[in-house]
């Protein structure tokens, strides 16, 4: 399951910040994150080499996008891939355009997938299970699995929004550590899978990324394999090369054009 933990609007040094753990098959190639071309201006993201998409991205805007999968009984290899998704939307200048893009996606287009979209006005989530649902983000805490966002009836979900709420009221320098050792926590056995980060044979806890959006200056880390163990790295200086002050001139474009 992977996982989102989305602190929004929380403080007001950073409007936007994301823990973000991705579970995937062990054999699936990737890449880490770097400036790429997006559709008509660039995005920093990370690249799903199998269907050439990419499960989170942010455009030079400041809009974040990230996909989680919903399960499914019947996946439909034929659909287009979730991970393309992605990129598309970030061509919007706000969280409010992508997610009026999303909400226009036809049935039965996609797998099942829950698509959170923010920028530090906005945050949204469009669930999408044959045809799109927009559900809107209040600021704050929000946890997004591969079921309803914020589903706290879910024990994974439960002990993730309790740990993100418990950050989010800390000191301000604590919150990248404490979002860090969310992404790194391990269930006990015999129940794998209610973890943050997994561990299997086959299929586990692949990167984790944490971005910072805000006044107090951006940030972005990314690990390239389960956080437990692997460092993170810094990839801060990706955002500078968007040549676009993230933190501060989020929306403006969007403003711009309705004005």
Same mark, same amino acid.
């Given at each position: 399951?992977?996982?989102?933990?989305?602190?929004?609007?929380?403080?007001?040094?950073?409007?936007?910040?994301?823990?973000?753990?991705?579970?995937?098959?062990?054999?699936?190639?990737?890449?880490?994150?770097?400036?790429?071309?997006?559709?008509?201006?660039?995005?920093?993201?990370?690249?799903?080499?199998?269907? !050439?998409?990419?499960?989170?991205?942010? +455009?030079?805007?400041?809009?974040?996008?990230?996909?989680?999968?919903?399960?499914?009984?019947?996946?439909?290899?034929?659909?287009?891939?979730?991970?393309?998704?992605?990129?598309?939307?970030?061509?919007?200048?706000?969280?409010?355009?992508?997610?009026?893009?999303?909400? !226009?996606?036809?049935?039965?287009?996609?797998?099942?997938?829950?698509?959170?979209?923010?920028?530090?006005?906005?945050?949204?989530?469009?669930?999408?299970?044959?045809?799109?649902?927009?559900?809107?983000?209040?600021? !704050?805490?929000?946890?997004?699995?591969?079921?309803?966002?914020?589903?706290? @009836?879910?024990?994974?979900?439960?002990?993730?929004?309790?740990?993100?709420?418990?950050?989010?009221? !800390?000191?301000?320098?604590?919150?990248?550590?404490?979002?860090? @050792?969310?992404?790194?926590?391990?269930?006990?056995?015999?129940?794998?899978?209610? +973890?943050?980060?997994?561990?299997?044979?086959?299929?586990?806890?692949? +990167?984790?990324?944490?971005?910072?959006?805000? +006044?107090?200056?951006?940030?972005?880390?990314?690990?390239?394999?389960?956080?437990?163990?692997?460092?993170?790295?810094?990839?801060?200086?990706?955002?500078?090369?968007?040549?676009?002050?993230?933190?501060?001139?989020?929306?403006?474009?969007?403003?711009?054009?309705?004005?």
């Amino acid at each position: 399951m992977c996982t989102l933990a989305v602190l929004h609007r929380c403080t007001p040094d950073a409007r936007l910040w994301i823990a973000a753990n991705r579970d995937e098959y062990l054999e699936r190639a990737s890449e880490a994150p770097r400036v790429r071309a997006g559709r008509g201006a660039p995005i920093v993201a990370p690249l799903d080499l199998r269907a !050439g998409g990419t499960w989170w991205g942010l +455009s030079r805007e400041g809009v974040f996008a990230a996909v989680t999968n919903r399960p499914t009984a019947a996946l439909d290899p034929a659909r287009r891939s979730r991970g393309q998704l992605v990129v598309d939307v970030l061509a919007a200048p706000s969280a409010r355009l992508a997610a009026e893009s999303a909400v !226009g996606i036809g049935e039965d287009v996609y797998n099942p997938f829950n698509l959170l979209l923010a920028d530090a006005r906005d945050a949204f989530v469009v669930v999408y299970e044959g045809r799109p649902r927009l559900v809107h983000l209040e600021p !704050g805490v929000h946890v997004i699995g591969n079921v309803d966002p914020d589903a706290r @009836e879910v024990a994974k979900v439960r002990r993730t929004f309790a740990q993100a709420e418990a950050v989010a009221k !800390g000191p301000a320098g604590s919150i990248e550590a404490g979002l860090a @050792e969310i992404c790194r926590t391990h269930a006990d056995p015999p129940d794998a899978r209610a +973890s943050t980060c997994i561990h299997g044979d086959v299929y586990g806890t692949r +990167s984790s990324t944490l971005l910072r959006l805000g +006044s107090a200056g951006d940030i972005l880390r990314h690990a390239d394999g389960p956080p437990c163990t692997t460092p993170y790295r810094d990839f801060t200086p990706l955002l500078a090369e968007l040549d676009h002050a993230v933190g501060s001139r989020v929306g403006e474009l969007a403003e711009r054009k309705a004005s």
